[in-house]
């Protein structure tokens, strides 16, 4: 057999190649030798001598599939008298079964005969293809060759544009009729679905070919009337569920009507009309109700009834804007909860109640915006904008919001020494920043924190420096390094007085000194610790017991760190003081001026309120506020009520107690009014620094500037510690200008410019 090019009678060698053609296009039984020999007469076609018979071949094979499906079209498939479109289970020859039939028969020999002219599509057709697309590149457009298909899909073409063309209308009426009675609730059987869904194919097979609009003819036939009859079906199903159901149970007929129709819609149609079907389905039965829907939401939210918010968001979720109600009802809910539960609570334990109820709410909220909502992020902000409100609320404008203060309350009575197990207090903590991070202003809160950890640094109250480090840590993740460092720093100036202690003992060793106390010292850096410059002026006279100890210190101190100054805070002192004037010895743990007072009673039993006064130098508040506390302990008895110059104070000689070593600092550690106070002044004026800081940085680095724009850079840079008001910020603007920072430019009173 050879290959080379001959010469071929046309007419004869068709001949035989068209019978093959009809056995294939009907799926009739081929001989495998014949389908052979009929592979190298499209062969000897394609590449006959003198001239190549390509063109003639496909003209040929063209005319004979146009009349092979207008013979279809007319003896098998076209309607006739015996259809019954009300048939939906098809048991009879209706125009959908006969289509179906001879569509599968057809494509299925299509698919066949492109496999036997495989020389002649890729040879032929192909090149003239890629020969078309060049000319229609330069401008020369050959309207001949841009027409040639490959045989397979010259096939599907000529089935659209004779059968579909002229049955597709009727075809596609008759589909919408089975639908509308799959819809109905009669039972179209697995038989009638296959047809249904073979021929809907059909419509996108015939033009799969195609590179761009390869959907064109399937939407324009069937998917464009199908949505349009499928909106107007459940337009009037919406019309007559909303006159006998409720909010509650028209939710629950449209998810079962949605779901019904995603199942229809993987059924029979093309992946590409699923979504728009659905969103057809839902203008008609939610998008046009939104106002029902949405009738309810307050009532669903406020009785937290889960199952009908659940429906109700998965209805909602996807028309824009439908959430809207639902989340302000959502918001205003949890805004409502979270001031009820806050607004009652009373007693010592105000901090604890405060954080613990409002986590309570935090909790409840975000595990049903789990269970319900699927976590959507708008609702999670919803219940973000929620908490934010109620725990930055504040009673009136005059007072101020004490949030932070009760949060750093909070953390403060779980650092302290307590039995409670260091995982239970580690778990607490950490779900204290969750409402750390919604006070807006932590720089309150960091005060407050950075007191109470100076006092139980300095008291040794805390439950476990590694808890202490962890919690500062947590800060520090929330709001930065800055946030953090002098908390940092005081961490340090603890370790380092340790070291420092050691190296003092160490040098009284080395020295053959002896004290006769006890002493523990803590150097602190006075820019790192909030201890605040109130107490530290006031008189005191040291007793003598205590002045070798301190004396040494002083010059072992300024030998080794030259040029730094010793300050004492005895009111922040305390010791332990061993009472051997009873029946029993007693160890009691006292403030440095109490353990004072009680020296003095060393040679005497008797003194007077004014000669204590005298000898200590103290002022009569102090006086007054430690005495009391002795008298109260009674360890001293006062000759009257009034602690006056002539009261006289005596050594309480029959004084007993159960315990033999306790504490009487308990009660001068206690925060006081006059301490908040100072806590929120200092507050005030440190905001006043950072925003004159701030002006000046936007100032320097834009030279010129609008107040409005301004005023929008220094809110955003504070919002990170506190939301200053546009008061204090037109202060510090006009304190900057009259300290000559900035001054206002001549184009107008609104306009800033930096003083270089």
Known sequence: MSLKPKRVNFEETWKELK??????????????????????????????????????????TKQFLESHVHNLLATKVAPSENDNANDYNMVNDTLLQRYYAAWIEYSQGVEYLNFLYMYLNQQHIKRNKHTAEVEFTYGQVGTENQELMEIGELGLDIWRGCMIKSLGEEIVKQILEAIYADRIGNDLGSNSAQVIYGIIQSFVQVQNYKKKGNLNLYQELFEAPMLAASGEYYKSEAAQLLQRCTVSEYMEEVLKRLEDENRRAHKFFHGSTIPKLRQECELRMITDHLDFLHSDCKEMVSQEKRVDLHNMYVLLKPIPDGLKTLIQAFLDHIKNEGIETISTLKGDTIHIQFVENMLKVHHKYEQMIAELFKNDPLFLSALDRACASVINKRINDKQQCRSAELVAKYCDSLLKKSKTTEIEIDSKLTSSITIFKYIEDKDVYQKFYSRMLAKRLIHEQSQSMDTEEAMINRLKQACGYEFTNKLHRMFTDISVSTDLNNKFNAHLKDKNVELGINLSIKVLQAGAWPLGPTQTTIPFAIPHEFEKAIRMFETFYHENFNGRKLTWLHYLCQGELKLSYLKKPYIITMQTYQMAILLLFENVDVMTCKEIQETLELNADTF???????????????????????????????????????KITAALQRETPQEVEHTMSAVDEDRKLYLQAAIVRIMKSRKILKHNALIQEILSQSKVTFAPTISMIKKCIESLIDKQYIERTSTGSDEYSYVA
């Open 19 to 60: 019978q093959t053609v009809k056995d294939v296009i009907t799926m009739g039984n081929v001989n495998k030798t014949i389908w052979n020999d009929r592979f190298l007469d499209v062969y000897s076609l394609c590449v006959a001598f003198p001239e190549p018979l390509a063109d003639k071949l496909y003209n040929e």
């Open 624 to 662: 007054q506020k430690h005495m009391q506390s002795l008298i109260e302990s009674k360890l001293l008895l006062a000759s009257s009520e009034q602690l006056e110059g002539s009261t006289e104070i005596k050594l309480n000689l029959d004084y007993s107690n159960k315990r033999t070593k306790f």
